[in-house]
């Protein structure tokens, strides 16, 4: 048979649906069918599931029948519980319809333990399931057989999987399978991506460092010929591509009220008008919001204009999972109008009717933008239609950005990961809980799994004694190693418990530490006394946005106001705030995206050029005009630091658009930096576009008195001890270690038979993290945390670029009052928190009250 | 961008213009606050001491209790071999540094102040086999602690029946002067206990910041210390089980990053 040609009862299936098989469907079967593997990147709509389905179900239909039990055939891995389930459902009719003998099971967190055990002894077809239980799967002592037959691994939305340390796990559990069974192919299925060569690589066994014959050499002799530290030169092996071109292009709109927008803000009020008439005129939309905060609000004000009670609906992490699931079925039933959302909707089960898609504020970056107006309209040949609506005026740039942006199909995903250590520590222990591992081919499985194919065999060797022992200079733990080398030079497991405490501990997804809240009742009659039992639960809150609560403050939860009255045991207790009450409360955390490199020089590129800003709404040229005249403008690689006077205070203000996190860092290590110049620093602000510092000495005087001095306050030098020091007192890196240390099984998400509540984790690994940082400073565990911060919450590696970028090119203006472009930046201050760290402050200003109290 | 290995600390750098900024000093952001006060709190506060039974004492920074009069240093709840513990138990290898930690700790006190007398007030080792985990180099370290003092460990719950081998003199209870120290904070105590066990942590919740520290708690009739020990946790001081040993209120002495801070319980956050 021609290798694109389908058996004729596929012919005649698809025939029957008046369907013909799509050209990739085609190609993939073919590649497949020679024996490599392939990655397909296609728009929403193209049918991608089915195409990578479609190999394995013509293979297993071809296959001769056998009475004997057969191993797995094909293994799909999906980011999603609901999108396995969702998977499984659509594959029944074309297996039923065409009568083919395949069974296929679902395998996920909630399958009962005895169908795990019988899909181990009796393995179906196809198998559905998550890189968390691959990973189980991979570290049980029967793995070797039950994937020994493994033909075809499926890898769903694997461009969302690869950006995160689940995708580590993934490409060693993936690598495992490539030597379990040599002629695997691996399939992956992909959004449009930047570099689809990165995920090429990742889907194939990259070239294994050491040769045939040192394979004999001992552990010793090995480590002393270095064989491991040569690189094999040459080309990285790649899976095949299909692309699937186009679709057609998206009707895509900035939607203009005619409204002067605001300086800063993301809340988009004035908007909201405008956004219900869109509703009204569609059946069904999806309003994209970047923070929880924000959807709560938008859920708010949509009511607050909803006259004609559209079942409008509410959609986020925090809210309880019942009534999310509430909120899903209910759109899969068409019963909704609107659902406004965050990023939870991002990826996920189709819901066919969505007609309209809005993102409210800023888009942050063009693949992000891309993929939401892809959930609008499932269908590859109709347009997608969507509408960007700016908070700000800032956000109107970024939006005209990504405009353009998309127009072009430019696409901003990121950079291939290098893989964590953390997530290797917990592979490693996986890996002996299977089998007794040999040291040396273990290491160039790993090594053939693309994050970690530059991994040196010293780390490598860290890791595995890590694992061991801890990997502690003190060498205090041998007597109670996990796994053990034996004479025969194989490491093994030391007892079932261990293995026991790693199946207990799998998976890269570190929830913090979140308690629940619940409505209490006022009890009548008796103002703030409350009776803490009987409320219902309504969602959770993260534990640290819980510990800055006092009674009596005022937040905005599941579309509510509530009032904090008290935490009981794990419980936050709240109850309904009287009608017309405003959240005091700002913010509770929440997903926020920086604003990706892409769009950020774009939006440079758009201020600098005075010609392109006809293709702006008249009030940003307007505002850029006059930030012209006033001061000057960015350049579009240059950095703009001005310096001003304002009510008994000096300013400095910097607009380096790397996003607000890269801005924090910067905040944090400038102002040490003027902190030692004497200019007195007393506090930052920053957005995704700017930062403002203040000070109580004549920042302009001093810099114009020594030349270079701005120069050296920017110098990229500060990523060193600065950033070290800082890094001491970091409660964000202390988060980042304790999202380490639990991957990498330091400390323990739950004992067999005994839940440990995120509260406990908390307390000891910050006591844990300043012990282990002044001993031994350059311990995996800490160059991991390092490793995060760079791309995580510090964003470290982004602010070195733009250190980097900006040397010899920093323009400073001194002016005698606050610009128009700085206004938007100090419009921040007094929004949120200024410092992030000193203790001592908030313990001062409280023991003055109790003062206070004692003098009178 | 890819590099061949992880990321390593980075150690060398130029300190030349912006000099070193080792010495912990400060926020800049804080400076303000603190220096608004500064003033007041001048008078108000020059040491931070109190008096029990009409002994003086002084609350130090490093979490110990200073007796001038007696040239005796208290500290409690030291839990030596805590990381050790449970590797031996649960094999969960924490970093094996707190006993040297928290001996590093207790060396500058003891290099600062030039105590007589040092009284471990219990719960010194974190289990009763702690002593036999002990590295040499921090048993050396203890034992050089102990030379030229008189050395009391007083028993806890964690370590009652400590083996031999670690040097001092073992007690129950010790009474000095008015004082009585103890491990056990005792539900009818008279005036004048010390006492640790329950590892006082007092948390400040404002501006949208919490800080939690640990702290001394006393009612100017008994005061429980706070836990010394680099890897003990902490109980907060609005726990119920403190409103028995204080009905009439407390004040906390929380321990900052500069110096001792006085709260009162009413300002104090629950967890």
């Known amino acids: 048979m021609p290798e694109g040609r389908l058996p004729t009862e596929f012919e005649a299936w698809f025939a029957a649906r008046g369907w013909a098989p799509r050209p990739h469907q085609r190609d993939l079967l073919s590649i497949v069918r020679a024996g490599r593997s392939a990655l397909l990147v296609a728009p929403t709509g193209a049918g991608k599931t089915l195409a990578g389905f479609l190999p394995s179900l013509v293979a297993l239909s071809e296959r001769p029948p056998s009475r004997k039990a057969r191993g797995l055939h094909t293994l799909y891995i999906s980011p999603l519980k609901a999108l396995a389930v969702d998977i499984a459902r659509n594959l029944e009719a074309p297996i039923a319809e065409m009568s083919l003998p395949i069974r296929v099971e679902t395998r996920t967190g909630d399958t009962p333990s005895h169908k795990r055990t019988r899909q181990i002894e009796r393995p179906p077809d196809i198998l559905l399931t998550t890189p968390e239980q691959l990973a189980l799967l991979i570290a049980h002592r029967e793995a070797e057989e039950l994937f020994s037959e493994l033909s075809c691994v499926v890898l769903d939305e694997l461009h969302a999987l690869v950006t995160s340390k689940r995708g580590d796990l993934l490409s060693l559990g993936l690598a495992r399978l490539h030597r379990l069974s040599p002629n695997l192919t691996a399939i992956g299925l992909s959004a449009t991506v930047r570099e689809p060569d990165d995920l090429r690589r990742y889907l194939v066994p990259q070239r294994s460092r050491s040769t045939e014959e040192s394979g004999s050499l001992s552990f010793q002799e090995r480590e002393r010929r270095g064989v491991h530290d040569a690189v094999a030169p040459g080309p990285t092996p790649m899976a095949d591509l299909v692309v699937v071109k186009g679709g057609a292009a998206p009707d895509l709109h900035l939607l203009d009220t005619g409204l002067t927008l605001p300086l800063a803000g993301h809340t988009a009020t004035q908007a909201m008008p405008a956004i219900y008439d869109l509703i009204q005129a569609h059946r069904t939309v999806l309003i994209f919001v970047n923070t929880r905060l924000q959807a709560e609000y938008t859920f708010q004000e949509l009511w607050r204009i909803n006259e004609a009670s559209l079942p409008i609906a509410l959609h986020h992490g925090s809210l309880d999972a019942t009534q999310r699931r509430r909120v899903e079925a209910a759109m899969a039933a068409g019963q909704l109008r609107a659902i406004v959302c965050t990023a939870t909707l991002d990826l996920g089960i189709d819901w066919g009717d969505v007609d309209l898609v809005v993102n409210i504020g800023a888009p942050k970056g063009a693949s992000r933008i891309m993929q939401r107006i892809g959930r609008a309209n499932h269908r590859m040949d109709e347009p997608s239609k969507a509408y960007l609506v700016p908070g700000n005026r800032f956000e109107i740039l970024e939006c005209q950005a990504a405009l353009d942006a998309v127009e072009e199909a430019a696409q901003d995903t990121p950079d291939a990961r290098l893989g964590a250590p953390d997530v290797l520590a917990q592979h490693v222990l996986g890996m002996a809980c299977a089998d007794a591992f040999d040291p040396l081919e273990l290491y160039d499985e790993i090594v053939s799994a693309a994050p970690y194919a530059t991994l040196s065999w010293e780390d490598f060797e860290a890791v595995v004694d890590y694992v061991a022992t801890g990997g502690y200079a003190l060498r205090a733990y041998e007597r109670f190693a996990k796994i053990v080398r034996g004479p025969d030079g194989l490491w093994r497991v030391r007892d079932a418990r261990i293995a026991q405490q790693y199946r207990m501990n799998v998976g890269t997804i570190v929830e913090s530490a979140k308690v629940k809240v619940r409505l209490a009742r006022g009890v009548r009659g008796k103002p703030g006394a409350i009776l803490p039992k009987g409320g219902r639960v309504l969602g959770e809150i993260e534990e640290d946005f819980a510990d800055t609560l006092t009674p009596g403050d005022t937040f905005l939860f599941a579309g509510e106001v509530l009032r904090f009255e008290g935490l009981s045991e794990d419980e936050a207790l709240a109850t309904r705030a009287g009608p017309g009450t405003d959240p005091a409360i700002p913010s509770y955390a929440g997903a926020k995206f920086p604003l990706s490199t892409f769009l950020a020089a774009r939006v440079r590129a758009l201020i600098a050029d005075p010609f392109e800003w006809d293709r702006l709404p008249k009030q940003v040229a307007d505002y850029l005009l006059l930030q012209r005249q006033r001061s000057i403008l960015p350049g579009p690689d240059g950095l703009l630091v001005e310096t001003f006077p304002r009510s008994g205070r000096y300013y400095l203000t910097a607009f380096p658009f790397e996003g607000r996190l890269a801005h924090q860092t910067l905040g944090m290590l400038l102002t040490r930096r003027m902190e030692r110049a004497r200019l007195r620093p007393l506090g930052f602000a920053a957005n995704d576009y700017g930062i403002a510092i203040w000070m109580t000495r004549d920042i302009s005087d001093a810099i114009a008195r020594a030349p270079g001095f701005l120069a050296e306050l920017f110098a990229e030098d500060m990523l060193g001890d600065d950033l070290e020091a800082w890094l001491d007192e970091s409660s964000m890196m202390k988060r980042t270690f304790r999202q380490c240390a639990v991957i990498a099984g330091l400390i323990e998400r739950r004992y067999p038979g005994q839940k440990k509540t995120g509260r406990q984790v908390t307390m000891s690994t910050d006591l844990v993290y300043d012990v282990l940082r002044k001993h031994q400073p350059d311990h995996l565990l800490l160059r991991a945390a390092r490793q995060d911060a760079a791309t995580g919450l510090l964003d470290v590696a982004r602010l070195g670029m733009m250190l980097r970028r900006i040397q010899g090119r920093i323009t400073h203006k001194a002016l005698d009052r606050v610009s128009p472009l700085s206004v938007s930046v100090m419009l921040e201050i007094g929004r949120e928190k200024v410092y992030g760290e000193g203790a001592d402050e908030i313990l001062a200003e409280a023991e003055a009250q109790l003062l206070e109290e004692a003098l009178g | ?271």
């Open chain 2, 1 to 271: 961008m890819r590099t061949r290995s992880w990321p390593k600390p980075k150690r060398s750098f130029s300190k030349k213009r912006w000099g070193d900024d080792r010495v912990k000093r400060p926020f800049p952001g804080q400076e303000d606050a603190i220096l608004a006060l500064g003033q007041r709190l001048e008078r108000t506060i020059k040491t931070p001491s109190l008096t029990l039974a009409g002994e003086a004492l002084i609350l130090d920074l490093c979490g110990g209790l200073w007796l001038a009069a007696h040239r005796t240093l208290i500290v409690s709840d030291l839990h030596l071999e805590k990381g050790s513990a449970y590797a031996a138990r649960s094999g969960q290898f924490l970093p094996p540094y707190d006993t040297r930690e928290t001996l590093a700790c207790l060396h500058e006190a003891v290099a600062r102040l030039d105590p007589a007398r040092v009284v471990a007030l219990g719960d010194s080792f974190h289990d009763s086999r702690g002593p036999e985990r002990m590295e040499p180099g921090d048993r050396a370290m203890v034992a050089a602690l102990q030379a030229g003092r008189d050395w009391i460990w007083i028993a806890g719950n964690h370590d009652h029946a400590v083996s031999e081998g670690v040097g001092g003199r073992y007690a129950e209870t010790l009474v000095m002067g008015g004082l009585t120290l103890r491990h056990e904070p005792s539900p009818d105590a008279s005036e004048g206990e010390i006492a640790g066990h329950l590892h006082p942590c007092g948390k400040v919740a404002m501006r949208g910041r919490a800080v939690r520290r640990r702290c001394f708690v006393t009612d100017g009739k008994r005061l429980v210390m706070p836990a010394f020990g680099a890897y003990a946790g902490g109980l907060n001081v609005r726990n119920p089980v403190f409103d028995p040993l204080f009905p009439g209120g407390f004040t906390a002495h929380l321990l900052g990053d500069g110096r001792v801070f006085a709260i009162g319980k009413a300002m104090l956050a629950r967890d």
